[in-house]
């Protein structure tokens, strides 16, 4: 089956500046790759997602980009703010939708004033 | 809209003892999904419903675990008998179509097992 890996399990900025997780997955055949931010005692939340037919995209300060020759894709999070903390999964799936998804381990990203 | 319920939030249960969990998703929604969340871990999906029927329970450990979504609304996860392993956070998610993204999901009930 699907195996998704994150990189790195904890990240600390200092406000303003960039943040980049990655994840790499295993079945070339995923297609579907979430994003979901998890703040403390919370639930998770989509922020962004991206098909295997697109590259790159963009939503204000949040980016993600898609290698399918490397199978790996990447979160951006530029002019980080100190509500940008919290746990991040990426996710993937051979389905093109919701179904079947796999997630990362999460990476905790603490923003620091 | 009104989000996906879960309850009880919390849950201490001894070992070998039987818990259930009760989700009841957004109104609509066709697609029913139970995730384990273990601590430091991403969720993994134990079992998909598309309406009454099982889509997916690959991974849902059956000589322990059931599940059911009798009229394609809400649905219960039980655990009989539970295991130390099984302390979680139990998510239960749902999204409009057959998997149509997003996924929403519930506060999770948490499960310690002693």
């Known amino acids: 089956g699907e195996n998704v890996e994150q990189h790195p399990s904890t990240l600390s900025v200092q406000e303003g500046d960039s943040a980049v997780i990655k994840c790499t997955y295993s079945d070339s055949a995923s297609n579907y790759f979430p994003w979901y931010k998890q703040e403390l005692g919370k639930r998770p939340q989509l922020i962004i997602d991206?098909?295997?037919?697109?590259g790159e995209k963009k939503d204000q300060r949040i980016a993600v980009t898609l290698n399918k020759t490397a199978k790996h894709f990447s979160l951006h999070i530029t002019e980080t703010q100190p509500e940008d903390s919290a746990v991040y999964f990426c996710a993937a799936s051979i389905t093109g939708t919701a179904s079947k998804l796999t997630f990362g381990t999460g990476t905790r990203l603490q923003v620091t004033l | 809209e009104a989000g996906v319920a879960q309850s009880p939030r919390y849950k201490i249960i001894e070992k070998r003892q039987s818990v259930a969990f009760w989700c009841n998703p957004i109104s609509g929604h066709a697609t029913l999904y139970w995730y384990q969340q273990i601590l430091g871990q991403g969720p993994k999906l134990l079992i998909q419903?598309?309406?009454?029927?099982?889509?997916?329970d690959s991974q849902l450990p059956k000589d322990r675990f059931s599940a059911e979504r009798l009229k394609g609304v809400d649905s219960t996860l039980k655990i009989q008998p539970a295991k130390l392993e099984d302390s979680a956070v139990y998510l239960c998610?749902?999204?409009f179509g057959t998997g149509l993204p997003p996924l929403h999901f519930g506060n999770g009930t948490r499960l310690t097992v002693t």
């Open positions: 991206i098909r295997s037919n697109v």
């Open positions: 419903f598309q309406n009454n029927g099982v889509v997916d």
């Open positions: 998610a749902s999204s």
